[in-house]
T-cell receptor
Framework: DTEVTQTPKHLVMGMTNKKSLKCEQH?????MYWYKQKAKKPPELMFV???????INESVPSRFSPECPNSSLLNLHLHALQPEDSALYLC???????????FGPGTRLTVT | GIQVEQSPPDLILQEGANSTLRCNFS?????LQWFHQNPWGQLINLFY?????KQNGRLSATTVATERYSLLYISSSQTTDSGVYFC????????????WGLGTSLAVNP
């Protein structure tokens, strides 16, 4: 099973809302990633968790808050977002940092 | 840090045609991946190929690590091959981040 799942598929939220994106993998991978992708651009790394600990934070604004409750789950908590945060948010996992990454289908986020 | 460049940026094919996409990287790599992003946004792993040659159906890839390039071959293209093809690499050494090329946007016309 080489599947990474993400929920929801689509999300529309106002600038004062709080919402969460969820990601799950059952491949026994120990590294999990959040990426942000704008139209016609490659994905940009936001966060990396390795063995459930935050390993990389790419200077992401604090309105994005990651959480790794266990080795299979990764959340991204959203609060007070701006319209420019509208994008496709992709989750990925790998056996460890530096190994082949597998991506989920993404959550398309619109901030109004 | 490493730079990854892809060519061509855009490609239009007739169904049934063959094509070659290129990825150049500026330093030695531990990890090189090819992805296909379909029109719905799903990033599909095509190959993990830091060196050597692999084939999967109509697709094959070759990475010549000593010359710092990788090629993705698509044969007998189909309309479902349309989308963006990304190459991404992790620099050798103590580096853990995938560095992405800007992609090749492929349109296959019926």
């Amino acid at each position: 099973d080489t599947e990474v799942t993400q929920t929801p598929k689509h999300l529309v939220m106002g600038m004062t809302n709080k919402k969460s994106l969820k990601c799950e993998q059952h491949m026994g991978h120990r590294a999990m990633y959040w990426y942000k992708q704008k139209a016609k651009k490659p994905p940009e790394l936001m966060f990396v968790y390795s063995y459930e600990k935050l390993s990389i934070n790419e200077s992401v604004p604090s309105r994005f808050s990651p959480e790794c409750p266990n080795s299979s789950l990764l959340n991204l908590h959203l609060h007070a977002l701006q319209p420019e945060d509208s994008a496709l948010y992709l989750c990925a996992s790998s056996r460890g940092e530096g190994y082949e990454q597998y991506f989920g289908p993404g959550t398309r986020l619109t901030v109004t | 840090g490493i730079q990854v460049e892809q060519s061509p940026p855009d490609l239009i094919l007739q169904e049934g045609a063959n094509s070659t996409l290129r990825c150049n990287f500026s330093d030695s790599v531990n990890n090189l991946q090819w992805f296909h992003q379909n029109p719905w946004g799903q990033l599909i792993n095509l190959f993990y190929i830091p060196s050597g040659t692999k084939q999967n159906g109509r697709l094959s890839a070759t990475t010549v690590a000593t010359e710092r390039y990788s090629l993705l071959y698509i044969s007998s293209s189909q309309t479902t091959d349309s989308g963006v093809y990304f190459c991404a690499a992790i620099e050798a050494g103590n580096n853990r981040k995938l560095i992405w090329g800007l992609g090749t946007s492929l349109a296959v016309n019926p």
